[in-house]
């Protein structure tokens, strides 16, 4: 008899509607195999009401864009008191906003690339070569223009001159109402998940990211064979050590909670730079925490569980 009933919140109507519906089956099967009853549910006009009339022990949710990770479905499953696994929508509408987390990390001593938030007001305001104009005063190309609120890359566009500025700027306004202009930093990118089984925050070992188009877009995230990962990744042991660190302060400066996803750029010089947190990382076959727990020498049936466990308990 299974000891938990877990509720697995995926699909929902984002732009990562097909990802969080793979992210939900591997959890929801992962569970499965550690003995605890798990339902995938859509989180649709009925969703409440069939909360309320089955009370899970938890749910866990891996809705993906908007409605997953900007702190909604959070604000209804705490009015409900359902438990749930992840951040509070406190922590999660912080660490949506690019921009925000980016000044709360930096405050709270980590590096951040240097850059310009522009709402699509500026943009319809003032032409293309006008913006350009102002975002060249503060940085310099390449520079990388995304969506200040989106995830899996969606939106996001490495920018080596100009001419290719007002194009970026069409396709990142098409997954929100602000804009992130940043430096582009060379170098190697990581991903380091932080999960709590229960005793405090515990950085994985880092995922190092090499995607053969050279840009870890939406495709080479979610296509088998489109890039390669290195787990733990080829860097000296002390920046490795380093970045668990930095991923640990990002964790607790924005407020999250059971698991995140923090990633960053180590540049020719070894410095670490904070890039983004994501408060529901996929847990797609191909996606980054589930290699990391891997890597550690557990099993995910079984790292699952013991966050269920863990939060259920609390």
Not at 112 to 121: G, K, N, V
Not at 175 to 201: H, K, M, R
Not at 211 to 220: A, L, N
């Amino acid at each position: 008899m299974a000891d938990l009933r877990v509720l697995v919140l995926a699909g929902g109507i984002s732009h990562e509607r097909d990802v969080s519906l793979k992210s939900g089956r591997r959890v929801a099967d992962a569970l499965t195999d550690a003995g605890i009853s798990a339902e995938i549910r859509e989180p649709d006009g009925d969703f409440i009401g069939h909360l309320m009339a089955t009370r899970p022990d938890l749910v866990w949710s891996t809705l993906h864009g908007a409605v997953g990770e900007d702190g909604s479905i959070q604000d209804l499953l705490q009015l409900s008191g359902t438990p749930f696994v992840g951040s509070d929508s406190a922590g999660a509408r912080l660490a949506w906003s690019k921009p925000v987390a980016k000044v709360l990390v930096s405050r709270n001593g980590l590096a951040t690339p240097a850059s310009i938030t522009l709402p699509r007001s500026s943009f319809k305001e003032m032409n293309a070569e006008s913006v350009l104009a102002m975002v060249g005063t503060q940085l310099t190309f390449p520079i990388i223009v995304k969506p200040a609120k989106s995830g899996s890359a969606q939106g996001l566009t490495k920018v080596s001159e100009p001419k290719a500025f007002a194009k970026a700027m069409v396709d990142a306004f098409a997954y929100g109402d602000q804009v992130l202009v940043e430096s582009f930093i060379a170098g190697t990118e990581l991903a380091i998940s932080v999960i709590d089984t229960g005793n405090g925050p515990e950085a994985l070992p880092a995922v190092e990211i090499v995607p053969e188009s050279g840009q870890f877009g939406y495709s080479e995230r979610y296509t088998p064979g489109q890039t390669d990962y290195y787990v733990p990744a080829r860097l000296p042991h002390q920046v490795l050590d380093q970045a668990a660190e930095i991923a640990l302060v990002a964790h607790k400066a924005l407020g999250l909670r059971h698991l995140s996803r923090v990633d960053l750029i180590v540049d020719e010089s070894g410095k670490i730079w904070f890039l983004e947190a994501n408060v529901t990382p996929g847990m797609t076959e191909t996606s980054l925490l589930p290699q990391a727990v891997i890597a550690s020498g557990n099993e995910l049936s079984e790292t699952y569980a013991a966050l269920a466990r863990s939060v259920a308990k609390a």
